[in-house]
C-alpha cells in the first residue's frame, strides 16, 4: 500500500471519528458562527440583574400597561383567572361555622384589612398578583393588629444613602439579608421622598426599617432555587409588546398618509399637470385651434386641472390620453396584519394566555376548549400561590383573633379553605351530561363537579332545603326532571 493512499485512509478515519464524537455534544455548545456563542458564565439569578438593571426593568414592565391596552388587557385576563377565591369554613361544626366565616368577612372589608384602609381583601390579592406578575413580587407585612401592609417591590432595596448606624460592606441583596443557607432573615423597605414625586422627578429612596422575615411574606415568581427575589413572567414580551405597540402607531400613521393622496393623474405626454388644488375642476373644450392656445398658456400659467378632493363627488373632463385613478390605501397589509398577530400571540405566551382569548373567532369549539384546558394547567400553579398567601394570611389572622378573645372557637377546630372563582360551561348541556355519566359511573363527585364551577355543594343543598320549604308552604310541586326537558327531542315527546 502506498504511503499517499495510507495517508489517505488516516484522515478520512479522522475526520469519521471527529464527525462521531461531535454527535455526542450538545448542539447549543457549539459554535458554528450561525448564532452567538454561549459565553459559559454561570450566575445567580440575583446576580443577572445589579440593582440600577432590576430597576430598569420595573419601570419598563409598568410602563407598557399604562399605554398599550393590550398589554393591560393580558395582565387583567391573567388576574381574573387566577386571583379570585372565596372562603369557606369546613370545620363540621355550624356553630363553628358561621363564627369563622362571619368573623373573615369583616376582615376582609378594606377599613379592618388593609392599613391604609383603602382596600378589601379581595382586591388586595388581585393587586397582590398585579405587582408580582408586572414587577416580580411584593411584599405584604402581617401587624401586630392583625392589619397587612402592602410593600411594592421597588421599595424592598438596598437604600441609596445605606443604613443609619451601619458601617461596612451592606449585607443585603436586593434589599434581603440572608443566612449561609440563602435564607431570608430580613428585609429592608425603603421609602419614597414625597417631594421628588410631586416635582414628577425620579423617586429617591431612603432607608425606612428593616422587617424580620417571620412578619413579612415575599409573594413573587421564583425560577430557580437559590433566588432571594422574584422575576417578573412579563419580562421576556416587553420588547415585543413595545415593538408591537409601535409599529401599530407607525402603520396608522401610514394609512393617515395615503389617505391624504387620494388621486393620481397620468398622461401619456411629458407636459406638467401642476398641483391638486383649489374648490372646482375644470376643463374647456374648445375648438382645436382655441385649444392649441390654451395648452400653450397652461404651461406658463399653472396647473391644467383644479381639484379639490374635500369637495364632494366631481366630475373629472380630461383631454384625450390623460387617466385619472383613486388610490386605495392597502395600509396595513396583510401580511402586516399577521404579522402583528404572531407579535401578539408570542406576547400572549409570557402569561400562557391562549391566543383564542384575544380573538373569540379564532378557533372552533374543540379548539377553545383545549386552548382553555391547556391554560388551566398552567394556571393551577399560580392560583395555588395565591390560595397558599390567603391561607396563611388567614390562619395568622384567626390565631390572634382567638388569643384576643374576638371569637370563642378553639385553635384544633379550625378547618377552612379557598375556593378558587371556576369558569361557566363553555357548553352546558354536553359537559352537564357528561358529569351525570362521570357521576353515575362513580368517577366524579358532586364537590369536584361543582368545585370547577367555584361553588360549595353544601351551599346548594342548603339552597335546594330553603327551595323546597317554599314550594311545600306554597302547595307547588318541587319535581321538574330538567334534564330531559334540555334534551333535543325528549321535551317534545
Given at each position: ?96 361555622d358561621n363564627i369563622v366565616e ?147 402607531d407607525l402603520a396608522l400613521a ?90 401578539i400571540s408570542v406576547s400572549m ?145
Amino acid at each position: 500500500m502506498t504511503s499517499r493512499v495510507l495517508n489517505a485512509m488516516k484522515a478520512a478515519w479522522r475526520e469519521l471519528s471527529g464527525n462521531r464524537r461531535a454527535q455526542f455534544k450538545y448542539d447549543a455548545t457549539t459554535s458554528k458562527n450561525k448564532r452567538k456563542a454561549p459565553d459559559g458564565i454561570l450566575r445567580s439569578e440575583d446576580a443577572e440583574l445589579t440593582n440600577i438593571e432590576r430597576r430598569k426593568l420595573l419601570s419598563a414592565a409598568r410602563d407598557i400597561p399604562r399605554n398599550f391596552s393590550l398589554a393591560a388587557w393580558m395582565i387583567r385576563k391573567h388576574l381574573d383567572y387566577v386571583s379570585t377565591f372565596t372562603f369557606r369554613s369546613c370545620s363540621g361544626s355550624d356553630r363553628v361555622d358561621n363564627i369563622v366565616e362571619a368573623f373573615i368577612r369583616n376582615w376582609s372589608k378594606a377599613k379592618n384589612c388593609d392599613v391604609a384602609g383603602r382596600h378589601p381583601l379581595r382586591r388586595l390579592i388581585r393587586l397582590a398578583e398585579c405587582r408580582r406578575t408586572v414587577d416580580g413580587d411584593i411584599g405584604i407585612i402581617k401587624l401586630n393588629d392583625g392589619r397587612l401592609q402592602a410593600i411594592e417591590g421597588d421599595r424592598i432595596r438596598t437604600p441609596d444613602g445605606g443604613i443609619p448606624g451601619f458601617t461596612g460592606p451592606m449585607p443585603l441583596l436586593h434589599g434581603v439579608q440572608t443566612d449561609d443557607a440563602n435564607k431570608a432573615i430580613a428585609y429592608c423597605v425603603c421609602k419614597r421622598l414625597k417631594q421628588y414625586d410631586q416635582i414628577g422627578g425620579s423617586s429617591a429612596m431612603i432607608f425606612e426599617r428593616m422587617v424580620p422575615a417571620e412578619n413579612m411574606i415575599l409573594h413573587g415568581y421564583f425560577d430557580r432555587v437559590d433566588q432571594t427575589r422574584g422575576i417578573s413572567p412579563f419580562a421576556p414580551a416587553l420588547n415585543t409588546l413595545r415593538d408591537t405597540y409601535e409599529g401599530f402607531d407607525l402603520a396608522l400613521a401610514k394609512a393617515k398618509v395615503q389617505q391624504m393622496f387620494a388621486l393620481s393623474i397620468f398622461r401619456e405626454s411629458s407636459d406638467s399637470l401642476g398641483t391638486l388644488s383649489d374648490l372646482n375642476a375644470e376643463s374647456e373644450v374648445e375648438d382645436d385651434e382655441e385649444e392649441e392656445d390654451e395648452e400653450a398658456t397652461t404651461e406658463d400659467e399653472g396647473p391644467r386641472y383644479k381639484i379639490d378632493l374635500g369637495a364632494g363627488p366631481q366630475i373629472l373632463d380630461l383631454d384625450p390620453n390623460d387617466r385619472a385613478e383613486f388610490l386605495e390605501s392597502s395600509s396595513p397589509s396583510d401580511q402586516f396584519q399577521n404579522f402583528s398577530q404572531i407579535m401578539i400571540s408570542v406576547s400572549m405566551k409570557a402569561l400562557d394566555l391562549p391566543f383564542s382569548f384575544y380573538a373569540e373567532n379564532y378557533a372552533n369549539y374543540s379548539g377553545a376548549r383545549q386552548a382553555l384546558l391547556q391554560y388551566e394547567m398552567s394556571a393551577q400553579d399560580k392560583r395555588s400561590d395565591n390560595n397558599d398567601l390567603l391561607d396563611e394570611l388567614t390562619f395568622w389572622r384567626l390565631m390572634i383573633a382567638i388569643e384576643d378573645g374576638e371569637i370563642d372557637v378553639k385553635p384544633e377546630d379550625i378547618r377552612f379553605e379557598w375556593i378558587p372563582t371556576g369558569l361557566p360551561w363553555i357548553d352546558p348541556l354536553n359537559e352537564v351530561q357528561a358529569g351525570i355519566a362521570a357521576l353515575g359511573a362513580g368517577l366524579t363527585s358532586r364537590t369536584r363537579i361543582l368545585r370547577e364551577q367555584g361553588i360549595d355543594w353544601r351551599d346548594v343543598v342548603r339552597e335546594q332545603a330553603q327551595e323546597k320549604k317554599v314550594f311545600e308552604a306554597a302547595g307547588l310541586p318541587l319535581s321538574a326532571n330538567p334534564l330531559n326537558a334540555l334534551i333535543p327531542g325528549v321535551a317534545a315527546k
